[in-house]
Each structure stands twice: as structure tokens, then as C-alpha cells.
């Protein structure tokens, strides 16, 4: 439930402005969780790393390769998170 959640929250991201602007201020994992959480959606910074990589069609190494604030796939924002979690070490 959580990880259709995360994917939910990331093609919001991603299509939304509203959703986007959200994450302006986002400075940390925690920071990003909580107001992820006041919007609605509850998940873990893992199931949220799953869904860039599933909604995004990414394999790892193409995950750990790209660089915050990227434009792909109009998802520009939601590729911007990857260095804020930190995903090049997360296992």
C-alpha cells in the first residue's frame, strides 16, 4: 500500500504543480516525509526511491547516475530528490 502510495505521490510531483512547488523548501528526508505526510501520503524514503526508479523506467545504475535537478520525463523535481535521500548509497 505504502509503495502505490510513493508512486502516487511521485506522478503528482511530477504533473502537479501544486505538488512541485510543495517541495521547494525541502531540505532534508524528514523534511521531505512530513510534508509528503501533510498532503497525504505516508511512506519510507525506500518505497519512495522505489517509485522514481519504477515510474521513471530506471535500473540502478542509471538511478545513481543522474544528478539532482535533472529534466526528464517532466519529472524534474522528483529526479531532484535523488540526491536529497541520498540514493547513490541507499540499499
Known amino acids: 500500500m505504502s509503495q502505490e502510495k510513493a508512486q502516487e505521490f511521485i506522478r503528482r510531483v511530477g504533473t502537479e504543480k501544486f505538488f512541485s512547488n510543495m517541495l521547494d523548501n525541502v531540505k532534508s528526508r524528514d523534511n521531505l516525509l512530513d510534508v509528503a505526510k501533510s498532503l497525504g ?3 519510507t524514503v525506500e518505497e519512495l526511491r522505489l517509485a522514481i526508479v519504477r515510474i ?3 535500473d540502478e545504475a542509471d ?3 543522474v544528478m539532482g535537478g535533472a ?3 517532466g519529472y524534474g523535481k522528483a529526479l531532484s530528490l ?3 535521500l541520498g540514493m547513490q548509497n541507499a540499499e
Open 41 to 43: 501520503y505516508e511512506f
Open 56 to 58: 521513471m523506467d530506471l
Open 63 to 65: 538511478l545513481d547516475s
Open 71 to 73: 529534466q526528464m520525463f
Open 82 to 84: 535523488v540526491n536529497l
